[in-house]
T-cell receptor, first 112, second 112 residues
Framework: AQTIHQWPVAEIKAVGSPLSLGCTIK??????LYWYWQATGGTLQQLFY??????VESVVQLNLSASRPKDDQFILSTEKLLLSHSGFYLC???????????FGEGTRLSVL | GDSVTQKQGQVTLSEDDFLFINCTYS??????LLWYVQYPGQGPQLLLK?????NKGISRGFEATYDKGTTSFHLQKASVQESDSAVYFC???????????FGLGTRVSVFP
């Protein structure tokens, strides 16, 4: 069975500090991978998607970047956090074809 | 671009009440329409998927229907329980590799 793991579970960071969030998919080769951001009480906004290693497409620019260094790994990062980056970051995956994306448990980020 | 409208921000019900949530969409094609449920502190879980081929889906007592004529889709449950309290999101997808467009979400609160 496929599993998706996000790390860390939660982060408290200072404005202006760097950030790196990770996501790993096990049990599935060549998945489509996605990053979403959710403000407290809000909807999910897609940030990035990737269909293959080394290839990432941006959907919304929020002064964040994403990379896919391995087939099963998706990284979200920034060199300088803003207050507006606070929220819930969710990684999701789907297989090729028409499988609906399945989400990880998320990372709660608080920027102070 | 694609859009999905989910107007009911909050629904408050008693156990055994009928639940109905409506979403409308705008897209140039016939998309696949999805319902996700999110419990506090967790990532969204896929609840139902409906396509132009099947027009209806049933899972865990929930039923989703899709009306191409009115470009709308609905989620309903005949008799809700307190455990159904959660946020329900509708979403549409045209090209799975590119991810989802979410509605704003409906917070459902069920009281005993």
């Amino acid at each position: 069975a496929q599993t998706i793991h996000q790390w860390p579970v939660a982060e408290i960071k200072a404005v202006g500090s760097p950030l790196s969030l990770g996501c790993t998919i096990k049990g599935k080769s060549s998945p489509n991978l996605y990053w979403y951001w959710q403000a407290t009480g809000g909807t999910l906004q897609q940030l990035f998607y990737s269909i293959t290693v080394g290839q990432v497409e941006s959907v919304v620019q929020l002064n964040l970047s994403a990379s896919r260094p391995k087939d099963d790994q998706f990284i979200l990062s920034t060199e300088k956090l803003l207050l507006s980056h606070s929220g819930f970051y969710l990684c999701a995956w789907s297989s090729t074809g028409n499988q609906a994306p399945l989400f990880g448990e998320g990372t709660r980020l608080s920027v102070l | 671009g694609d859009s999905v409208t989910q107007k009911q921000g909050q629904v408050t019900l008693s156990e055994d009440d009928f639940l109905f949530i409506n979403c409308t969409y705008s897209t140039t094609t016939y998309p696949t329409l999805l319902w996700y449920v999110q419990y506090p502190g967790q990532g969204p879980q896929l609840l139902l998927k409906v396509t132009t081929a099947n027009n209806k889906g049933i899972s865990r007592g929930f039923e989703a229907t899709y009306d191409k004529g009115t470009t709308s889709f609905h989620l309903q449950k005949a008799s809700v329980q307190e455990s159904d309290s959660a946020v329900y999101f509708c979403a549409l997808v045209e090209y799975y590799a590119q991810g989802l467009t979410f509605g704003l979400g409906t917070r459902v609160s069920v009281f005993p």
